[in-house]
């Protein structure tokens, strides 16, 4: 069993007027919620400077992943492995990877969506998938979170709840729009032995002043479905035969 905080960030509009990522501000409000794992979405600008690298430094954290523009990545405490960017289609990714904690592997996938119906109702099927969730190269825990966009029309969104489990906390997930929050469009999914123990939308006046949309922070916890096998005592039997006959 593992336990450990994951942040879920949208840098769109985290930026300067002359588009370039403000990494001092990104990093003071990463550093307040003192996570170990954070899911960046839009990291990168294509008008600005983007410095994953520097981010990274700021919070005390390992960079993966690229800060190409529109780029998803991932800042760990913990090593990770086996990055792959799956495109979604109309611009919008997925990336996925594995966090090695302890003993433990847990699957991650950070993506964003369209706002639009018609090209949610492409991208859905695809994270669905067998290239994707529907892969059974996924064995253990996965958590799936990112910027799922605005989709008040619920186009795509009723597919995910045969197969993911969206965190249950906090109870008022609501980050959208920042200064009056009445959507949820960071969120955090579960697929397998993983559950959500506590959870909270970042409010403090740095986010709101500055963001459109807020970071979601969620304190996670795997389970270990491994099954132990008890051996009892040995207990001698007594042979119908004590002394057969050979020949």
């Not at 990463?30 to 919070?59: F, H, K, M, W």
């Not at 780029?71 to 405490?77: P, V």
């Not at 959507?183 to 999914?189: A, K, L, T, V």
């Amino acid at each position: 069993m593992a336990r450990f905080r994951v942040m879920s960030y949208d840098l769109n509009n985290e930026r300067s007027r002359s588009g370039e990522l403000c990494a001092e501000l990104c990093g003071q409000i990463i550093r307040q919620q003192g996570v170990d794992l954070v899911l960046l979405q839009r990291v990168g600008s294509p008008v600005g400077e983007t410095s994953l690298q520097r981010l990274a430094e700021r919070v005390g954290l390992t960079a993966y992943g690229s800060d190409s523009e529109g780029s998803c990545a991932f800042l760990s405490r913990y090593p990770l492995h086996n990055l792959q960017t799956i495109p979604l289609g109309h611009d919008d990714i997925c990336v996925r990877a594995d966090l090695d904690s302890a003993s433990e592997r847990v699957h991650l996938l950070n993506l964003t969506l369209s706002w639009h119906p018609g090209q949610r109702l492409k991208q859905v099927p695809r994270l669905l998938g067998d290239e994707l969730l529907g892969s059974r190269s996924f064995p253990c825990a996965t958590i799936i979170g990112g910027d799922f966009g605005l989709p008040l029309w619920g186009c795509g969104q009723v597919a995910f709840n045969p197969q993911l489990e969206r965190a249950k906390h906090p109870l008022w997930r609501a980050n959208y729009p920042a200064m009056f929050p009445l959507w949820g469009r960071e969120r955090i999914y579960f697929q397998g032995p993983v559950t959500a123990v506590s959870g909270h939308i970042v409010t403090s006046k740095e986010a709101k002043r500055t963001l459109i949309q807020l970071p979601l922070v969620v304190e996670v916890e795997t389970h270990d479905t491994r099954k132990t096998l008890r051996i009892k005592d040995q207990v001698s039997l007594n042979p119908k035969h004590p002394k057969p006959v050979c020949g």
